[in-house]
Each structure stands twice: as structure tokens, then as C-alpha cells.
T-cell receptor, first 109, second 115 residues
Framework: GQNIDQPTEMTATEGAIVQINCTYQ??????LFWYQQHAGEAPTFLSY??LDGLEEKGRFSSFLSRSKGYSYLLLKELQMKDSASYLC??????????WGAGTKLIIKP | IAGITQAPTSQILAAGRRMTLRCTQD?????MYWYRQDLGLGLRLIHY???????GKGEVPDGYSVSRANTDDFPLTLASAVPSQTSVYFC??????????????FGPGTRLTVL
């Protein structure tokens, strides 16, 4: 079967760095998305990786290793507004989008 | 520009009743999607439409139907609601031809409770 694994919840301190991991076992791979979802709101796009390596966008970076079936989202200089759930989603060989359950990130002052 | 709007915001519904969740986008996106989001589970695709006039079944289509009469609107109908359909429903759209590699833009969601 197809599976996306993310930690259920993580806690970090304001101003610090946090890494949210996502491992996947899918039938093929055609890209990986990260979305941010604040409580009670819609998911919003953060990043898309299809090639191995690190992509940086301001305070957020996303890394992909296709050989390891692994990605992470790195958040630097954490702010209180970063408290949200972070959703990992993989595009499989049939171009179906498989979503993880999300990681709830709690930022403490 | 509103993006994607959904109505109602929330609804409590008696089991057995018919209900239509509305979704409208003003971005002229070709593809639209309906998901449900339940605690502890990832978003699950109910139905999708790659372009006006066409629809397809997602992962969990049973008990739901959709139509796509024009580019902007993509209503989701529950013919006879059951308690297991209690969930948060998100409508989304994407540009292009509905490839899963396209970025999806989500509406604010409808919180539905079936009693």
C-alpha cells in the first residue's frame, strides 16, 4: 500500500530551528509537496520538490532524497505565527496525490 | 479577487437529508477537487474535475456526487447523509489540466456534522 509518515506533533521555541520529516512509500514518485495549514483554515502551498536536494525560500527550506523516500521541511527563526500543521503530499506514478496526516507544530515563547 | 469560496461555512444536518456544498472559484482554473479532512487522517480526494463538463472519482466517492456545468462552480452533493460523512470538506482548484503536480489552491472549508 501507499504510505506517508510524519510525526503527529512537534514543539519548538520561538527563534529556534525545527525540522519536520516526511517519509513515503508509494508506487512511483513524481514530486512532493509541503503545505501549511493553520487551525480552522485552508491548506496553503509552501513548496514542491521533484529533484534531490535542498530548495530554500526565505525562512523555509525543503529537502528531498528520492533514493531514501525522505523529505524534510526546515523552518528557521521560528515565529509564533508558524504554529500550524504541515502537510506532506506525494505524487505517485499514476499522478495521484497521496497526503500525509500532517504534523502539528507548536511554537512556545 | 476572492479565490475560492465555499458555502455554507458550517452545517448540522440530520441523517438521511440531502445536502449540497457549494464551491466557486474566480481564478479560471481548469481543475477542481473535493476533499474531506478527518482528524488523524490525510486529506482524502472525493471527486475531481479536470475541466468543465468532466468529472472523476477519487479515493472515497461513495455517497457523494458532483457536477461541473461551468468553469467556476463545482458543487458536491450528499444524496442521503450518514454520520460517517461528518467531516471538514475542502474544495480546491489548480491551473493546467489537472495534473497532480500542479499547485492546488484551497477554499476555506465547510464543517459538516451529520447527526
Amino acid at each position: 500500500g501507499q504510505n506517508i509518515d510524519q510525526p503527529t506533533e512537534m514543539t519548538a521555541t520561538e527563534g529556534a530551528i525545527v525540522q519536520i520529516n516526511c517519509t513515503y512509500q508509494t508506487s512511483g514518485f513524481n514530486g512532493l509537496f509541503w503545505y501549511q495549514q493553520h487551525a480552522g483554515e485552508a491548506p496553503t502551498f509552501l513548496s514542491y520538490n521533484v529533484l534531490d536536494g535542498l530548495e530554500e525560500k526565505g525562512r523555509f527550506s525543503s529537502f528531498l532524497s528520492r533514493s531514501k523516500g525522505y523529505s524534510y521541511l526546515l523552518l528557521k527563526e521560528l515565529q509564533m505565527k508558524d504554529s500550524a500543521s504541515y502537510l506532506c503530499a506525494v505524487v505517485d506514478s499514476n499522478y495521484q496525490l497521496i497526503w500525509g496526516a500532517g504534523t502539528k507544530l507548536i511554537i512556545k515563547p | 479577487i476572492a479565490g475560492i469560496t465555499q458555502a455554507p461555512t458550517s452545517q448540522i444536518l440530520a441523517a438521511g437529508r440531502r445536502m449540497t456544498l457549494r464551491c466557486t472559484q474566480d481564478m479560471r482554473h481548469n481543475a477542481m477537487y473535493w476533499y474531506r479532512q478527518d482528524l488523524g487522517l490525510g486529506l482524502r480526494l472525493i471527486h475531481y474535475s479536470n475541466t468543465a463538463g468532466t468529472t472523476g472519482k477519487g479515493e472515497v466517492p461513495d455517497g457523494y456526487s458532483v457536477s461541473r456545468a461551468n468553469t467556476d462552480d463545482f458543487p458536491l452533493t450528499l444524496a442521503s447523509a450518514v454520520p460517517s460523512q461528518t467531516s471538514v470538506y475542502f474544495c480546491a482548484s489548480s491551473d493546467g489540466g489537472g495534473q497532480s503536480t500542479d499547485t492546488q489552491y484551497f477554499g476555506p472549508g465547510t464543517r459538516l456534522t451529520v447527526l
